[in-house]
């Protein structure tokens, strides 16, 4: 009976919120329960021999530098998160506890607790792992560590305890940053940047009076929503955007790029330490975030099992900006739209590329690809949308096999060794460490097919699950499988010439 009740005290919550608001469905993709497949984090593309614990590489004699992981990996049924010894000499996993269903002995797992050393030795503005604005003088987390299983992000509850115990380039005063702080690296997107239209900040934090104006009776609008106000059910009148916004045309958002500082990697949503004070918010101990892919900002609660990213900060001084502090190399061209580049290029990663001709035949395979852009769909939606394309005057194009498109990545090695095969797609008999690891973050997509370096569908399932089929990821060549119903991978047809 009690559970009972507490499920329909739970119910009438979110059903509470769906009608107060609180759940912004108009506004982003993460109430759709997406399951993006995320830009992998990318790997270090230089490893030095350096031997400092807090440089954010596992040197040799090191099992950890910095990061956290979810304690699920190290400890099979348990939960909350294990973050890196200031040593580097192991996971701290005081913050484990077992899971009250594994629990045979009331809550005792028999696993001596490790104490965390809280001791704060300075920050060392020589170390690596993060980034310094001059201007805020705020020390952003480069490239964000939060290692979670799903590796979709993480609560906003994980972000937290997370950021309290980082120890990082010397210091643990690292903490969630503010939604005034976020915005403070928006780029591209005025309304949602510092001092932009939407009026969503820490002293303004409650969504019925600075978030939610549709019909624009306060007079902000959907600035809000940032690029998200130029979708086709929204009023274009009232975004409040202004004519240099949201350049980044689908295509270039989906091959990586970003409204976000340059220097700052991962484009996604991430959780800030604002409140929504509105009372539905407040009910649900609901927090702000801002998705960088579109500029938008919204609220989500740990309830509904939300998921974004976390990027810790701490407030830093003028002695704390490192007078040579490494630039991030400068993009490869000038361009930002495609109206930069001369005609029979667009603008890609923000270089003018060749547009690809309709078409690629692959001299190595005799396989004739789609090229060009395509679009994210689920399995079954790319078998279907494969197998009724009519194209450049042919009829029998299909999802490719495994073995067709491992064929189609060019300049990592690691993807031909994978073991999994078209003939061999049982995850456990077949998988070795080349599928997983693959190459260094790249783009290991032909030129003359396209840019969309993310992860595509083959037509393989895996072996003992027929839930799930294999895929190849173009940004590392690592292969992996996934449920068929994820609707964030592409699918890029291909056929015998």
């Not at 230089?46 to 090191?62: A, F, H, L, M, Q």
């Not at 030795?121 to 003088?137: H, S, W």
């Not at 939060?146 to 509850?157: C, V």
């Not at 030129?447 to 190849?472: F, H, I, K, L």
Request: with cysteine.
């Amino acid at each position: 009976m009690k559970n009972f009740l507490r499920e329909f005290i739970v119910l009438a919550i979110v059903i509470f919120l769906v009608f107060t608001g609180c759940i912004n469905e108009e506004s982003d993709e993460m109430f759709e329960n997406e399951e993006e497949s995320k830009n992998e984090t990318a790997k270090e593309n230089e490893k030095e021999e350096k031997e400092k614990c807090g440089n954010s590489i596992v040197d040799p004699g090191e099992v950890c530098d910095g990061g956290a992981k979810e304690c699920g990996e190290l400890l099979p049924g348990y939960s909350g998160i294990a973050v890196c010894k200031s040593d580097c000499s192991g996971w701290d996993i005081s913050g484990c506890s077992e899971n009250s269903e594994n629990s045979e002995n009331n809550g005792e797992s028999g696993n001596e607790e490790e104490e965390h050393n809280d001791n704060d030795v300075g920050f060392d503005k020589t170390g690596e792992g993060f980034r310094a604005d001059p201007d805020t003088l705020l020390i952003w987390e480069e490239p964000p560590m939060f290692n979670s299983m799903s590796g979709f992000g993480t609560s906003i509850a994980n972000a937290t305890a997370y950021c309290e115990n980082l120890f990082l380039a010397g210091a643990n005063d690292w903490r969630v940053p503010t939604l005034d702080e976020l915005r403070t690296i928006v780029r591209g997107v005025s309304t949602t940047m510092t001092g932009g239209h939407c009026p969503t900040t820490e002293s303004c934090s409650n969504q019925d009076d600075c978030n939610k104006d549709s019909d624009n009776s306060i007079g902000f609008g959907n600035s809000c929503l940032g690029c998200q106000a130029l979708a086709d059910q929204y009023d274009p009148g009232i975004s409040y955007l202004e004519e240099e916004d949201c350049y980044l045309s689908d295509r270039e958002l989906s091959n990586g790029d970003c409204y976000m500082v340059e220097n700052l990697t991962l484009c996604d949503k991430f959780w800030s330490s604002t409140p929504n004070t509105a009372p539905a918010g407040a009910t649900m101990n609901a927090q702000w975030y801002l998705n960088f892919r579109r500029g938008l900002i919204n609220s989500a609660a740990d309830i509904l099992n939300i998921e974004a990213f976390i990027r810790c900060v701490r407030s830093g001084t003028e002695d704390d900006i490192p007078e040579d502090q490494p630039l991030p190399e400068p993009p490869a061209g000038t361009c930002t739209k495609d109206s930069h580049c001369e005609e029979g290029q667009w603008c890609e990663n923000k270089k003018c590329v060749v547009i690809p001709e309709p078409y690629w035949t692959d001299s190595s395979t005799g396989l004739m690809w789609q090229a060009g852009a395509v679009e994210t769909r689920t399995w079954q939606g790319a078998m279907d949308f494969c197998d009724s394309l009519d194209y450049e005057g042919f009829s029998d194009w299909r999802l490719p096999n495994l073995d067709e498109l491992k064929s189609l990545v060019k300049g990592c090695d690691e993807t031909a060794n994978c073991t999994v095969t078209s003939s061999c797609t049982g995850y456990n008999a077949c998988h070795n460490d080349n599928c997983s690891n693959g190459c260094e973050s790249g783009n290991y997509l032909p030129p003359e097919v396209g840019q969309q370096r993310s992860a595509y569908w083959t037509s393989d399932e895996e072996a003992y699950t027929p839930q799930n089929a294999w895929m190849v990821n173009f940004t590392t060549g690592s292969v992996s499988y996934l449920k068929k119903t994820w609707d964030n991978q592409l699918a890029r047809c291909v056929r015998n010439k």
